[in-house]
């Protein structure tokens, strides 16, 4: 076993913490220096050689910034990268095939993205070395006897282009500027760039400017600049955040096309029915998040998301999770008592500019989750903001006039300078972080206690997200109104913050309304559904609550895709348009619970 001892430089505040783990360590107490203050970096530094494992410093360190792992020796071989002394490692890389689509799942924080930028040639690989990094040489040698031998030596020299589309597209206003045509056009080396505007509907929006774009139009941009560029390698970093089920469809073909091309395409994707589709091979990456991971063999993409759910790879006889994520093959049946009412809503139309919603009359009970289903721009946002009076309607009148709610916005503004225990108090109730069962439902679950100390705005999307649906369910209502909470979530953090909005609501006796794009994630999070229809930008329809069976039937009818189920997981899957299974299911009207 070697051992490694990373240190993470967010979480680490030697300024409030008198230094718990120099002044704890017991090897410095008996004058051996295995972790010391290091002036530079204006943090410690642990030396790993001296430094014998006790776990001390981890237990000892108010901000959990230490991690200590003892890992196979054989395996420092493979070390790919380190961020730093005592940084994140990275063992073994994916291994992209040209003319296949190889799709990257994993956990946040386990290196997927350094993958990524390893593949590109934006960032070197230190071979694990901090101090003497390699020369690209000796780092082309070391992939001798792989494929990535000869796919670094094209890319180095200049022979092999690889383009990225990057994980956080909401930071793209601040790096460019211009219409969207204007940039698209700017990009575009392959001539592609009108047939890309239409194909990912951007023609209606092409005159304006970046900075005015929702998250799904930013989305679209970045696929469509990345996919403009004439490379060889393709590299997209989580391309279906804020995109609707059609347009993730619509992108999961334009990648697919990507492969017939023989393009070498890698995808990092958590939306579990999107990869399936798009994915020839899997790799996993596993690991402790924010200290290392390590990424799989390439394997079939049926056999990689079923292990991943499993939480066991059997070629590597490892486990990574202590839990299974399983799927019900048919939905549990609620049925609601006329006592279990806690509202209702009548039929509410409502006119903004030239788009007009249209909401049928509904009902909410206690302890029931409502997910929304429906394209970008049909009114689902409109919708919530109906019920909770933040709008008022044109015909009919919000129905949460007296009842106190919280609500999750879509979109989650980054900038405040304030710490994550301030913002969650500020939002949401101000005992609630003293409260030992929202403590243990939703605050430890979500890996929030790691978070409490760091700034609003030093955050990375995910841990953004999972902060904003805390403080969302920091306060003690009735009724929860939580818009898109799964973006940039991986699987687990998707399946934790289902269970800790599932549990609110119980024990609150509450309801909350779900915004949500992920099908497959409506399978574990919510109870009804109410499916949204019409023309995007012009005219939404907001039918009743129905049972997830019929709403799923009537949203993929819609949509125009069926799910068959995996023998194994019974995880849903995508058919492929025409096939046998397609056109049965069609015909008998069974979308998504088969049998
Ligand atoms: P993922 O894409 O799987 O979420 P990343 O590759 O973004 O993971 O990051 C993996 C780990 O590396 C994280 O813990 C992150 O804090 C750390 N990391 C990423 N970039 C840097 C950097 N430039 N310097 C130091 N650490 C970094
Ligand atoms: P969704 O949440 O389903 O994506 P929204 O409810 O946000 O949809 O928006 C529905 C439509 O209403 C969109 O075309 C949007 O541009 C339009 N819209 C939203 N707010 C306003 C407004 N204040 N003025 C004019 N149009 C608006
Ligand atoms: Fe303080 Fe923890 Fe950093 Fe050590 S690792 S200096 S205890 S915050
Ligand atoms: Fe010291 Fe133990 Fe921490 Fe190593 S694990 S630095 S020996 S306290």
Redesign the pocket.
Known sequence: MVRIAVIDRDLCKPRKCNLECIRFCPMVRSGRKAIEFNEELRRPVIHEMLCMGCGICVKKCPFNAIYIVNLPEELEEECIHRYGINGFKLYRLPIPKRGKILGIIGQNGVGKSTALKILSGRLKPNLGRVDEPPEWDEIIRRFRGTELQPYFKALVNGKLRAVIKPQYVDLLPKKIRGTVEQVILIADERGIAHELLKDLELEDIKDRRISHLSGGELQRLAIAITMCRDADVYLFDEPSSFLDVYQRMKIAKLIRNLALEDKIVVVVEHDLAVLDYISDLVSIIYGTPGAYGIVTEPRGVRVGINEYLDGYLPQENMRIREYRIVFDLRPLERSWKPEDILFTWPKMTKR??S?KLIAEPGEAHVGEVIGLL?P???????FIRLLAGDLEPDEGYSPLGKIEYSYKPQYIASDLDISVEEFIKEKGDKSALSNSWFLSEVIKPLGIDRLLDRRINELSGGELQVVYIAACLAKDVKVYLIDEPFAYLDVEQRFRVSRAIRHVVEARAAVAFV?EHDIIAHDFIADSLIV?NGK??IE?YALAPLDLKSGMNKFLKQVGITFRRDLHSKRPRINKEGSYLDRLQKSIGEYYYVG
Do not use: E, H, M, Y
Not at 376 to 382: A, F
């Open positions: 903004l500019g788009f429906g970008n721009g049909i009114g689902k946002t409109t915004v949204f995007p930008g939404g």
